[in-house]
């Protein structure tokens, strides 16, 4: 089958590495010539926890002339609008997205191409843009950190599922999900924590779990994203062989002060890592904020559970953004 990587950023950077090094034949699909002709002419680079520079082939969206089985997407939600509509003319009559993006975007892919052809990812490893055809990888280079959880939104499995699962498998362990809206939900749960946070604060995950003002903050978010799924009626899934849900769900004080000290240790592996969000933040460009902790606070609204601390990490971050404040530390104290 013939695939595509759609948006070449600081994990499909990586990805394509990954997959090139192992002899894979694909297309990275990108918007600017300027970026197309830095992979054609010095290939995906990964900096950080490994180091490798790997040939690959990029060609500009609007030059696109191939049909594809699969195009893994990977650019940010906020362009979902345009660009799902755009993939779906790339693709063969019966070929298939699979969304790698942040927050809950199946449904909305699914209008265009429909539920059979839509299939979801979930990646639990991170990476930092360090430049065009340049990203550092930021989780341990080890199976079991570079992981994916992978789910079909119609609940199928068939021949571009399974090649899916192949193509991933060359990177890090595959997590086949029945659940997907629960692996979905626990990956939106560890985002609004620690991404927004890190966004927020401009630091790192480790550096804002370790601080215990920032730290304290974290943990009401989890509880909070735990609380909406329990009302949504969302059986929150394993991460990486963690039941978040079961040691961060907590009533009394001593189950408080027990998921509070275990949280450095939960993020221990990607510790160095920077979100996203924070990224785009210091790019000036829009954060997909909206689609990460604002999805709590939507389910918060549907389903009578308040999130206040979800709803102030959104309100700073948009206030970031307006240049009305800066991701700094000192944020924490407007909680």
């Known amino acids: 089958m013939k695939y595509a990587i759609y948006g070449v950023g600081a994990l499909g950077t990586v990805l394509a590495a990954y997959l090139a090094e192992a002899g894979e034949t694909f297309d990275c699909i990108v918007h600017s010539d300027k970026t197309a002709e830095i992979f054609n002419t010095e290939g995906a680079r990964v900096i950080g926890k490994c180091q490798m520079r790997v040939p690959v082939t990029a060609v500009k969206h609007t030059d696109?002339?191939?049909?594809?089985?699969?195009?893994?997407?990977?650019?940010?939600?906020?362009?979902?609008?345009?660009?799902?509509?755009?993939?779906?003319?790339?693709?063969?009559?019966?070929?298939?997205?699979?969304?790698?993006?942040?927050g809950l975007p199946e449904a909305q892919i699914a209008e265009v191409v429909g539920k059979e052809r839509t299939f979801g990812c979930t990646i639990g490893w991170g990476a930092t843009n360090a430049g065009p055809g340049v990203s550092e990888l930021t989780s341990e280079p080890v199976p079991d950190a570079l992981s994916f959880g992978l789910g079909s939104y119609a609940g199928i499995r068939d021949e571009h599922f399974d090649e899916i699962v192949r193509i991933l498998s060359i990177m890090g362990k595959v997590e086949i999900e029945d659940n997907f809206i629960g692996t979905r939900w626990v990956k939106l749960l560890v985002n609004s924590a620690f991404s927004g946070m890190s966004a927020v604060c401009g630091e790192t995950f480790g550096t804002i779990a370790k601080n215990k003002k920032s730290r304290k903050i974290i943990q009401k978010i989890i509880k909070e994203c735990i609380d909406v799924a329990k009302a949504a009626d969302i059986k929150i899934e394993k991460i990486q062989g963690t039941d978040v849900a079961k040691l961060f769900d907590y009533k009394g004080g001593f189950k408080k002060k027990i998921s509070f000290m275990l949280i450095p240790l939960a993020i221990k592996k990607h510790r160095a890592l920077k979100a996203s969000m924070l990224q785009d933040i210091e790019k000036d460009i829009p954060c997909e904020i909206d689609f990460i902790n604002g999805i709590v606070c939507d389910f918060g609204k549907k389903y009578q559970i308040p999130t206040p601390v979800n709803d102030k990490v959104c309100e700073i971050v948009h206030k970031i953004e307006a240049k009305e404040l800066k991701p700094d530390f000192n944020n924490v104290k407007l909680f």
Request: with cysteine.
């Open 64 to 102: 696109v002339t191939e049909k594809y089985d699969i195009v893994f997407l990977l650019t940010k939600q906020l362009t979902n609008g345009e660009t799902v509509p755009e993939i779906a003319t790339m693709l063969e009559p019966d070929g298939v997205i699979c969304t790698m993006q942040n």
